[in-house]
């Protein structure tokens, strides 16, 4: 693993990664740009994300190769000639794991690691210049002091910059990773304990400054085995949740702004039987889609805005923060789909005023609704 010579890099793609010791702390960015395109893409636990910065102003995030995210568009930075396009926040905390076989991933090309010392984090900015302004131009003034990783000229004449800041991790960020790690505590469950595993979160959202993504390396809490599942022995009884969720309606619509079908969750209110360490499958309500085939177009592909589908159920009385599923709709010119992302939380009694009687302490239930991520297909046109 080597280190460019000199800052910033120009022209080609940077790889980057914040360092903790002698690696990087998490999976390798690599930024580069495509005639006046420009584009961010690294790996995470659902595969490869990527950011793409597009000549429109535009920006988009996915998720492999069906998911697509619209995020807010490039901004102007005030009293400034710079425009903001994304920042990256990466969040390490004391029993984060590193990432396996970095090295070798990188196949002989370089990369660029920045330590981080104690008590920091990393924050690293994409900002654009435009064609009309003078190359003497500095940096924001609420970027002075920052390092430029990398930097290049479009071929529209605009300047795509790179920066990096050190900042101190404050309160408001170390409650962000207390979250995290103790009280949403995310999981991946594999069939058989890996011998090398990784689990990286990472979280989208605007603020006044632009569009944020939040990474954040988890620790061995986020690892799972279904070999450590026990089967229940005689002495493990089954307890009864009552388990509900409301109705819940949402619309997809197409980018001509027409609602081209309504998806749809009846109200469900039954009795589940649950066993200690033995995972188990129950049918917790029907997904229907109502198509307006009026407003579908044959042979007109497109894909469609994510949407977003609140249900936030309860299970014992008891309910998650916030229970959204996203739904990513898309055309094929014949047949509407629509995938619905898996929701997952664990429940423990230390997060609620009243406890849950069917739990002890220590004990954590765990839901995942859909068991995997759905697809819900409408008939093609003419059927």
């Avoid at 002698?22 to 740009?33: H, I, Y």
């Avoid at 170390?174 to 979160?201: C, G, M, N, W």
Wanted: glycine share 6%; proline share 8%; with cysteine.
């Amino acid at each position: 693993m080597t280190k460019p010579a000199s800052l910033p890099m120009e022209g080609k793609a940077i790889r980057f990664a914040p360092g903790q010791g002698l690696g990087p702390a998490t999976w390798f960015w690599r930024v580069w740009t495509e005639g006046n395109e420009i584009y961010a893409l690294t790996r995470n636990s659902g595969g490869v994300a990527k950011l793409s910065v597009h000549q429109s102003g535009q920006i988009h995030y996915r998720l492999g190769p069906k998911h697509k995210q619209d995020l807010a568009p490039i901004m102007q930075i005030p009293n400034s000639v710079w425009l903001h396009a994304f920042e990256i926040r990466f969040l390490i905390g004391e029993d984060a794991e590193a990432p396996p076989e970095q090295k070798e991933s990188l196949k002989n090309k370089s990369a660029y690691v920045v330590p981080i010392p104690a008590g920091k984090f990393l924050v690293v900015n994409l900002i654009v210049r435009g064609a009309s302004t003078t190359s003497n131009r500095p940096l924001p003034a609420q970027f002075s002091g920052a390092t430029e990783l990398w930097r290049a000229r479009l071929p529209d004449n605009r300047l795509a910059v790179l920066i990096a800041r050190m900042l101190e991790l404050d309160n408001e960020n170390r409650q962000k990773l207390e979250f995290y790690h103790k009280e949403l505590k995310p999981t991946v469950t594999f069939s058989a304990a890996p011998k090398d595993s990784y689990v990286e979160i990472h979280h989208l959202h605007w603020s006044p400054d632009g569009n944020i993504v939040l990474v954040v390396p988890m620790g061995h809490e986020a690892i799972r085995s279904e070999r450590e599942l026990v089967t229940p022995s005689a002495t493990d009884e089954w307890r009864k949740f009552l388990y509900r969720s409301p109705h819940a309606v949402t619309e997809i619509v197409a980018p001509n702004g027409l609602r081209v079908a309504t998806l749809e969750f009846d109200e469900v209110d039954r009795e589940i039987e649950l066993a200690k360490n033995q995972p188990s499958t129950h049918e917790l309500g029907v997904l229907k889609m109502r198509l307006d085939v009026s407003n579908l177009i044959e042979g007109s592909k497109f894909i469609a805005s994510p949407c977003r589908l609140v249900c936030v159920p309860s299970i014992a009385e008891a309910s998650p923060r916030d229970w959204t599923y996203t739904v990513y709709p898309r055309f094929d010119g014949l047949t509407l789909s629509a995938i619905v992302m898996q929701m997952s939380t664990s429940l423990q009694n230390k997060n609620f005023v009243r406890p849950l009687s069917q739990l002890r302490d220590r004990e954590e239930l765990v839901v995942k609704i859909p068991s995997g991520s759905i697809s819900e297909r409408t008939p093609s046109i003419g059927e």
